[in-house]
T-cell receptor, first 116, second 109 residues
């Protein structure tokens, strides 16, 4: 069982829908991450939140909107997605956002997103 | 930017065999991560190491900082070890990890 919980596990949505992906951890970690992973490729970093503030945005299109309501929760709001956005979306957390971190990232099981 | 190379890309073994997966990187680092991803998608952090060797059950990870090289070994491999193994290193000065392309391991009974 993972200590980072992601919901839903699967999501199918149309290009005009609005949906949200959720991520939760109760390990007291103060850094949380969103990754996108296409089939047979390594994860690609999308966003990093450090102490509930957005610290890295890897030039992600605005149709993806992250939100960190508190230190345990990280959301990813989706709107007007394209078919090429279909992928596995992984959330991760680490104890603190130390630069050049020596800490492991704990990953969730991911949300498999399909855009029709 | 750190470049991470893994080899082999694909590896098929018979149950019980000793497995080695290699990872090389281009820029000096403070720590290297080995991750495991099963077909279902979830990623598990296996090791984070900055020097020497670490062991957890049948898994052993080694790193040579001078040569910028790490290996992941699996002793007495089992079909449940079948997964993609990914090496990752920090990109200096940020919380980013740079990932290798992964090694897909299949262990046949």
């Amino acid at each position: 069982d993972t200590e980072v919980t992601q919901t839903p596990k699967h999501l199918v949505m149309g290009m005009t829908n609005k949906k949200s992906l959720k991520c939760e951890q109760h390990m007291g970690h103060r850094a949380m991450y969103w990754y996108k992973q296409k089939a047979k490729k390594p994860p690609e970093l999308m966003f990093v939140y450090s102490y509930e503030k957005l610290s890295i945005n890897e030039s992600v299109p605005s149709r993806f909107s992250p939100e960190c309501p508190n230190s345990s929760l990280l959301n990813l709001h989706l709107h007007a997605l394209q078919p090429e956005d279909s992928a596995l979306y992984l959330c991760a957390s680490s104890r603190s956002p130390v630069l050049d971190s020596n800490q492991p990232q704990h990953f969730g099981d991911g949300t498999r997103l399909s855009i029709l | 930017k750190n470049e991470v190379e893994q080899s082999p890309q694909n590896l098929t073994a018979q149950e019980g065999e000793f497995i080695t997966i290699n990872c090389s990187y281009s820029v000096g680092i403070s720590a290297l991560h080995w991750l495991q991803q099963h077909p279902g998608g979830g990623i598990v952090s296996l090791f984070m190491l900055s020097s020497g060797k670490k062991k957890h059950g049948r898994l052993i990870a080694t790193i040579n900082i001078q040569e910028k090289h790490s290996s992941l070994h699996i002793t007495a491999s089992h079909p449940r070890d079948s997964a993609v193994y990914i090496c990752a290193v920090p990109q200096g000065g940020s919380e980013k990890l740079v990932f290798g392309k992964g090694t897909k391991l299949t262990v046949n009974p």
